[in-house]
Structures are given as structure tokens and as C-alpha cells.
T-cell receptor, first 114, second 111 residues
Framework: DSGVTQTPKHLITATGQRVTLRCSPR?????VYWYQQSLDQGLQFLIQ???????AKGNILERFSAQQFPDLHSELNLSSLELGDSALYFC?????????????FGPGTRLTVL | EDQVTQSPEALRLQEGESSSLNCSYT??????LFWYRQDPGKGPEFLFT???AGEEKEKERLKATLTKKESFLHITAPKPEDSATYLC????????????FGTGTKLQVIP
């Protein structure tokens, strides 16, 4: 158990809908990362937050957004969902998000768009 | 752009048959190379971080090594429970020190 929690575990929805994925980092970690992993694809970095502020953006679509709250939990919002958005979404956390930092991953949320 | 290439894509070993997984990388200033293990449908589990060429780290049957262009994950006398996908990732020295993952090597150890 990494100490990172994600809810829900599974989510099934329809095209065009909007969903919110939630992540609670390990105790003491200030940085949160979101990744997408599609079938047979590597982990694609989406976005990073550090202590409530956006720090880095990866291949995140404009339909997707995220935020980190004062209690350091983070939410990833996915809107106007398409079939191709079906994937595993992972959250990771680290102490600072800088050199020497190790990212610890949560169990993931499996999103199925029908 | 940073690139991480892992080989082979899949590897099937008999229990006890040692082997190595390869991770080749190109990065603008390496600030860490990471190895993770991922079971199907689960989140990646951290194994090792390596920072400089010549560095080695060990954990049970696993040993990770690093050169200037690649890293190897050596698996000695593997057991069926070592079956998983092994992911390699690199952190660069850019402003945001982005982490880039490879697509992994899927290891199957047969009893």
C-alpha cells in the first residue's frame, strides 16, 4: 500500500458526460501528479500540482482540468467524454516534486466510456 | 524530447532462469532513473531510483544498474510471483523536471 488513495475504483459513463476523479496524497506529500494509461500504452503524464499550484502540464486535453485543494487532495475533471478517454487514470504523489523525489502511485481509477 | 525505450516488450522465463531487462534513454540531463513494477490493473509500485552512471541497487532478486545511456534490471532466479510489467522512467533537468515513462517489459515467470 503506497498511501495514495483514489476514488472511485471504477467509473462507467456515457459519451458527452463529465466525471470527477479524486486523489488523496500520502501524508506529508505536497506534490500530486495525474497520469493516463490506455490499453497497451505507457503512462502518459497529464498534469502536476505542488502545494495547490499548477507546476507542470503534459499531454492534457483542453476537456480535462485538475486542481489541488488546501488540504492537498486533488481532483481531475474530465468533460465531454469520448470513447477514447476510456483508460486507467493514476494519481501519484511525492514530497516536493523536485530532484530526488520519488513518485508513489495510487491504485487507479478505471474509466469506461460507453 | 526525452525518450525511454524498454526491451524486450515481453519476456517469458522458466522459474530460476535469470535474465535482464533493458531501458535505453535519451534525456536532457538525467536527474534520476526510476524502476517500477506494475501488476495488471494496479498502480505502479516503486522499486529503485538511480542517479549516476555506475550506480547499482538491489532488492531481493532484483538488481538495477545504470550507465550513461541505459539501465538494466537484472532478475536472478525469478519466481512466478515476479511476473509483472516492469516500467522504467527518467526525470530530466528541465525547469519542471518532467518524468517520462517507457511502455514497459511484461515478464512472465513459469513454474
Amino acid at each position: 500500500d503506497s498511501g495514495v488513495t483514489q476514488t472511485p475504483k471504477h467509473l462507467i459513463t456515457a459519451t458527452g458526460q463529465r466525471v470527477t476523479l479524486r486523489c488523496s496524497p500520502r501524508s506529508g506529500d505536497l506534490s500530486v501528479y495525474w497520469y493516463q494509461q490506455s490499453l497497451d500504452q505507457g503512462l502518459q503524464f497529464l498534469i502536476q500540482y505542488y502545494n495547490g499550484e499548477e507546476r507542470a502540464k503534459g499531454n492534457i486535453l483542453e476537456r480535462f482540468s485538475a486542481q489541488q485543494f488546501p488540504d492537498l487532495h486533488s481532483e481531475l475533471n474530465l468533460s465531454s467524454l469520448e470513447l477514447g478517454d476510456s483508460a486507467l487514470y493514476f494519481c501519484a504523489s511525492s514530497v516536493e516534486g523536485g530532484v530526488g523525489d520519488t513518485q508513489y502511485f495510487g491504485p487507479g481509477t478505471r474509466l469506461t466510456v460507453l | 524530447e526525452d525518450q525511454v525505450t524498454q526491451s524486450p516488450e515481453a519476456l517469458r522465463l522458466q522459474e530460476g532462469e535469470s535474465s535482464s531487462l533493458n531501458c535505453s534513454y535519451t534525456v536532457s540531463g538525467l536527474r534520476g532513473l526510476f524502476w517500477y513494477r506494475q501488476d495488471p490493473g494496479k498502480g505502479p509500485e516503486f522499486l529503485f531510483t538511480l542517479y549516476s552512471a555506475g550506480e547499482e541497487k538491489e532488492k531481493e532478486r532484483l538488481k538495477a544498474t545504470l550507465t550513461k545511456k541505459e539501465s538494466f534490471l537484472h532478475i536472478t532466479a525469478p519466481k512466478p510471483e515476479d511476473s509483472a510489467t516492469y516500467l522504467c522512467a527518467v526525470r530530466d533537468s528541465g525547469g519542471y523536471q518532467k518524468v517520462t515513462f517507457g511502455t514497459g517489459t511484461k515478464l512472465q515467470v513459469i513454474p
